[in-house]
């Protein structure tokens, strides 16, 4: 089972770290890091280094895609060398997966016309200008597109994902290897539950950490 994870520039690291780190515990996972270029990507904001082994035109059949999000895919909207690799590869994969804001990656490709699809909370209204309806849940299956809400959120789709590849029990059993068993000190993890002033003070946080990203593009 070759899983083909897409990294670049600017990426949150744990969009893509976490569902990866679910799915090599099933059983004949190959994960193919693939970009655009051979080499070294920084996430932001945090300056990991992740490297790109494999480039677009290498890597046409993987049986599952994963595109992560981050301030990153905002220069990558209008970019049709990868938009065209997204759409190829979706036509020959057994799942498309994305992370976070990854869902509009996959919305400018035009696979998420009609579709009910989720992504970051602050994401909603870019999300739904490519024609998707957004839905504040963790995780939305729509035939063989799997979209994830923000950054943790990918986590729970993989296991997701786990359970169908290779059955309930080989997901758990992931789960419990990697103890995934979530006991936050707060329950403010989606705008439902956190309250105007959480809202105002996140939404202040991610324009900060976008605009100090993107000014260094």
């Given at each position: 089972?070759?899983?083909?994870a897409?990294?670049?520039?600017?990426?949150?690291?744990?969009?893509i770290v976490g569902?990866?780190?679910?799915?090599?515990?099933?059983?004949?996972?190959?994960?193919?890091?693939?970009g655009?270029a051979?080499?070294?990507?920084?996430?932001?904001?945090t300056g990991?280094?992740l490297?790109?082994?494999?480039?677009l035109?290498?890597?046409?059949?993987?049986?599952?895609?994963?595109?992560?999000?981050?301030?990153g895919?905002?220069?990558?909207l209008?970019?049709?060398?990868v938009?065209?690799?997204?759409?190829n590869?979706?036509?020959?994969?057994?799942w498309t997966?994305s992370?976070c804001?990854?869902s509009?990656?996959?919305?400018?490709?035009?696979?998420?016309?009609?579709?009910?699809?989720?992504t970051?909370?602050n994401?909603?209204?870019?999300?739904?200008?490519?024609?998707?309806?957004?839905?504040?849940?963790?995780?939305?299956?729509?035939?063989?597109?799997?979209?994830?809400?923000g950054?943790s959120?990918?986590?729970?789709?993989a296991?997701?994902?786990?359970g169908?590849i290779?059955?309930?029990d080989a997901a758990k059993?992931?789960q419990?290897?990697i103890?995934?068993?979530?006991?936050p000190?707060y329950?403010a993890g989606?705008?439902?539950?956190?309250g105007?002033?959480?809202i105002e003070?996140?939404?202040?946080?991610?324009?900060?950490?976008l605009?100090?990203?993107?000014?260094?593009a």
């Amino acid at each position: 089972m070759k899983i083909a994870a897409l990294i670049f520039d600017k990426i949150t690291v744990l969009d893509i770290v976490g569902p990866v780190e679910v799915l090599s515990w099933v059983p004949g996972a190959e994960i193919v890091w693939v970009g655009k270029a051979k080499g070294p990507i920084r996430a932001a904001p945090t300056g990991l280094a992740l490297t790109v082994e494999r480039t677009l035109d290498e890597v046409s059949d993987p049986d599952i895609l994963i595109v992560p999000g981050g301030p990153g895919v905002r220069l990558l909207l209008e970019d049709e060398a990868v938009l065209d690799w997204v759409r190829n590869v979706h036509a020959r994969t057994q799942w498309t997966a994305s992370v976070c804001t990854g869902s509009l990656l996959l919305g400018a490709a035009g696979l998420l016309r009609g579709l009910d699809a989720t992504t970051h909370w602050n994401s909603a209204a870019a999300l739904e200008s490519f024609g998707a309806k957004y839905r504040e849940q963790r995780v939305i299956p729509r035939g063989k597109i799997v979209t994830s809400a923000g950054v943790s959120a990918g986590i729970d789709m993989a296991l997701w994902l786990a359970g169908k590849i290779a059955g309930d029990d080989a997901a758990k059993a992931a789960q419990l290897c990697i103890e995934y068993d979530p006991q936050p000190p707060y329950d403010a993890g989606a705008p439902s539950k956190a309250g105007a002033a959480v809202i105002e003070r996140a939404r202040a946080t991610v324009k900060d950490i976008l605009a100090r990203t993107l000014a260094g593009a």
